[in-house]
């Protein structure tokens, strides 16, 4: 899936973010990975949806009033009737349908109406996908005490995730993150991204610390640096 990258953090955003990172993972054997997009789907299937709804709610309404859709047509040309054949007909009802069909997709090509009009379960859905699929193929498995936690902030959707690693998942429940998640999206909302990743990856290091604290043996094993995709 080629995602278009488009830059929400400042030099100074990442500066704050490693830092936040590394300060962390000093009093914790656990990893933490951040990685921020502007977008995690395109949602091409939603606008094909809608054309789709579009148009068949138009063959519906041509179908059941043929005279008001043939008498409109007969005042466009002029007011010159035509009696149309059946084959006629079908033509002109194919051609007005492929039209709203068309018309709906090109009008859902602007991104602000296609997200507004996907539903917000679709959008979690997708989110998440994208995290688990990012975690599976730069945390999971990474570190030797299976101790990686990724925290995933996608910006359009104004969705965030936090997916760990074996160990921590066992020990640690989804619902422990909260103070995590409310710490980033309230800086997010406040238009401070790159101070609400810090902030949460703050809170994920006390999570962290305190199931997972520091053994004599700590190397740095995933990449302290904020991940713009």
């Known amino acids: 899936m080629n995602i278009r990258k488009i830059s929400q953090m400042s030099a100074a955003d990442h500066v704050l973010v490693t830092a936040a990172v590394a300060d962390a993972e000093r009093h914790t054997s656990g990893e933490i990975v951040t990685i921020v997009t502007d977008l995690s789907d395109h949602y091409d299937d939603i606008a094909m949806a809608w054309a789709s ?25 002029g007011g010159w009737g035509h009696e149309y054949t059946t084959g006629e007909y079908v033509a002109l009802l ?10 709906t997709w090109l009008i859902l090509k602007w991104t602000p109406l296609r997200m507004a009009l996907t539903p917000k379960a679709t959008k979690l859905a997708r ?20 101790t990686g936690v990724l ?21 640690v429940a989804p619902e422990v993150w909260g103070d995590a998640m409310v710490a980033l999206l309230d800086q997010v909302k406040a238009g401070n991204p790159g101070a609400g990743v810090a902030a949460a990856v703050a809170q994920m290091g006390v999570v962290l610390a305190e199931n997972f604290p520091k053994g004599s043996e700590n190397p740095n094993e995933l990449p302290d640096r904020l991940i713009e995709l």
């Open 151 to 171: 925290l995933y902030l996608s910006m359009k959707e104004h969705r965030a995730e936090i997916v760990a690693d074996e160990a921590i998942a066992s020990k």
């Open 53 to 77: 709804a579009v148009a068949f709610l138009a063959l519906i309404s041509y179908a059941t009033f043929p005279e008001f859709y043939i008498g409109l047509i007969t005042r466009l040309s």
């Open 94 to 103: 194919v051609t007005a349908v492929a039209l709203k069909w068309v018309g």
């Open 127 to 146: 989110v998440r996908s994208r995290a688990i699929s990012l975690f599976k193929v730069g945390t999971e498995s990474k570190t030797e005490a299976r």
